[in-house]
């Protein structure tokens, strides 16, 4: 299920109308996250505050998000470009891999309730495929 | 047995009470078509389902969508018993229609997704979990008949 020209133009297009609210795509992503999969607190049991649109949870949705905008720019070539990331998450944060759809779901939720006419089906799609392969990219230095 | 709060039984029945199956259906089944589309495997016969465009504007697809989101009021109305509610329907979607159980996720997912862009803001993180857990209670419940 790689990426069709299509779908790398679809999300190319669609970031650009996104790209103004990603702090608060980010933002509402996370909080969701922590409230929906209260498993995801695991990971952040060294914030002071992980209610939702605290101060911790908008400094790292902005962080994440920043993740996001350089995939897209790399969207020919996420594994090469998402690399020391990927060794970040594997060797460092060691986030299992599952929890990269979970997050993945939350943003396509906020997606949906920020720009509900934009995220139309195919967008829906192409973006799911982006987030997937994003994901994919994160997880190649795992093992 | 599922533990229900008061506020969540609450949060579930707005949600239905001010839906409009008519439009919401049709476009989660839709949505689940065009995003997942190996899930057309179950509508041979349904028609044109060649693109998007066709899927949307299928008159067949759309009924089926209404169809499928009122089988959820059951639920609504039994959120005490969601497992014998559907046992039958679990029968059915496994001997008869030999639907894969993982779709009813994908499914879920889609009817969240619609759900969210119909109420924005409204759609906060503790309604979302409600709704999702409510959703994976039934998803549970439809596959718990499979042998």
Not at chain 1, 54 to 68: E, L, N, Y
Request: hydrophobic share 45%.
């Amino acid at each position: 299920m790689s990426l069709t020209a299509k779908d790398k133009d679809t999300v190319k297009a669609f970031w650009a109308k996104i790209a103004g609210k990603a702090d608060d795509i980010g933002t509402d992503a996370l909080s969701r996250m922590l409230v929906v999969y209260p498993q995801t607190k695991t990971y952040f049991s060294h914030w002071k505050d992980l209610s939702p649109g605290s101060a911790p949870v908008r400094k790292h949705g902005q962080t994440v998000m920043g993740g996001v905008a350089d995939a897209v720019k790399k969207i020919d070539d996420l594994s090469a470009g998402l690399l020391s990331l990927s060794e970040l998450h594997a060797f460092t944060l060691r986030v299992d891999p599952a929890n990269f759809k979970i997050l993945s779901h939350n943003i396509l939720v906020v997606l949906a309730t920020m720009f509900p006419t934009d995220f139309t089906p195919e967008v829906h799609v192409s973006v799911d495929k982006f987030l997937a392969a994003l994901s994919r990219a994160l997880s190649e230095k795992y093992r | 047995m599922v533990e229900w709060t008061e506020q969540e039984r609450t949060t579930i029945t707005n949600i239905f009470t001010n839906l409009n199956y008519e439009d919401v259906g049709p476009k989660a089944l839709c949505r689940c078509l065009i995003v997942y589309p190996w899930t057309q495997r179950y509508f041979g016969a349904f028609g044109n389902l060649y693109n998007a465009e066709a899927i949307m504007s299928n008159p067949n697809i759309a009924a089926h969508g209404i169809t499928v989101l009122h089988g959820l009021d059951r639920a609504v109305k039994n959120m005490d018993n969601i497992k014998a509610t559907y046992a039958e329907l679990s029968v059915l979607h496994s001997e008869k229609l030999h639907v894969d159980p993982d779709n009813f996720k994908l499914l879920s997912d889609c009817l969240t997704i619609v759900i969210a862009a119909k109420l924005g803001k409204d759609f906060t993180p503790e309604t979302q979990a409600t709704f999702q857990k409510f959703l994976a209670v039934v998803v549970s419940a439809l596959g718990r008949q499979y042998h």
